[in-house]
T-cell receptor, first 111, second 112 residues
Framework: GQNIDQPTEMTATEGAIVQINCTYQ??????LFWYQQHAGEAPTFLSY??LDGLEEKGRFSSFLSRSKGYSYLLLKELQMKDSASYLC????????????WGAGTKLIIKP | DGGITQSPKYLFRKEGQNVTLSCEQN?????MYWYRQDPGQGLRLIYY???????QKGDIAEGYSVSREKKESFPLTVTSAQKNPTAFYLC???????????FGPGTRLTVT
């Protein structure tokens, strides 16, 4: 089956930059989603990468390397409200319209 | 306003009782999903449906049942056979134009 790996927890300082990595198996890969989930709430969509390269959306950017099976989410100018879990999810050709989810990375922002 | 509604937000039940969680959408999406999330954990797929009157088991379907009689509705029943039903349940849809998954607000079920 397909495995999605991301770190369990990361800590960063307010105002700094943090990079959250996600790796996946490349066979049959279509695209990679990033979601943000605050405690007790539903996930909200951040980005979707299909092509190699960096896509920037304000303070958040997402990168994909299809050949390496690797993506990262880059958060700049961190704010306390960025404390949340960040979930990556991959879309595969044989996954029957499901997304395969990583376990999420809990990001803790310190003042 | 297009979206997904789940009700209620909090639900309390006694052990041994079946309980049905509702999920309604007006996004006109064909695909609908039910996930379970335990504290500090990721999303685990219970059931999904790609079209009306059809649905498939996900990774943790035991103790759950679903129906898909209408495109807009995908209710989940947590049966008494589910050993540890206390969890956060999320309903999602997927469809054009962007094909991301859209989530409802979730139902937090507590069984004592």
């Amino acid at each position: 089956g397909q495995n999605i790996d991301q770190p369990t927890e990361m800590t960063a300082t307010e105002g700094a930059i943090v990079q959250i990595n996600c790796t996946y198996q490349t066979s049959g890969f279509n695209g990679l989603f990033w979601y943000q989930q605050h405690a007790g709430e539903a996930p909200t969509f951040l980005s979707y990468n299909v092509l190699d390269g960096l896509e920037e959306k304000g303070r958040f950017s997402s990168f994909l390397s299809r050949s390496k099976g690797y993506s990262y989410l880059l958060l700049k100018e961190l704010q306390m409200k960025d404390s949340a879990s960040y979930l990556c999810a991959a879309d595969f050709m044989d996954s029957n319209y499901q997304l395969i989810w990583g376990a999420g990375t809990k990001l803790i922002i310190k003042p | 306003d297009g979206g997904i509604t789940q009700s209620p937000k909090y639900l309390f039940r006694k052990e041994g009782q079946n309980v049905t969680l509702s999920c309604e959408q007006n996004l006109n999406h064909d695909a609908m999903y039910w996930y379970r999330q335990d504290p500090g954990q990721g999303l685990r797929l219970i059931y999904y449906s790609q079209i009306v009157n059809d649905f498939q088991k996900g990774d943790i379907a035991e103790g759950y049942s679903v129906s898909r009689e209408k495109k807009e509705s995908f209710p989940l029943t947590v049966t008494s056979a589910q050993k540890n039903p206390t969890a956060f349940y999320l309903c999602a849809t997927r469809g054009p134009p962007s094909y991301e998954q859209y989530f409802g607000p979730g139902t937090r079920l507590t069984v004592t």
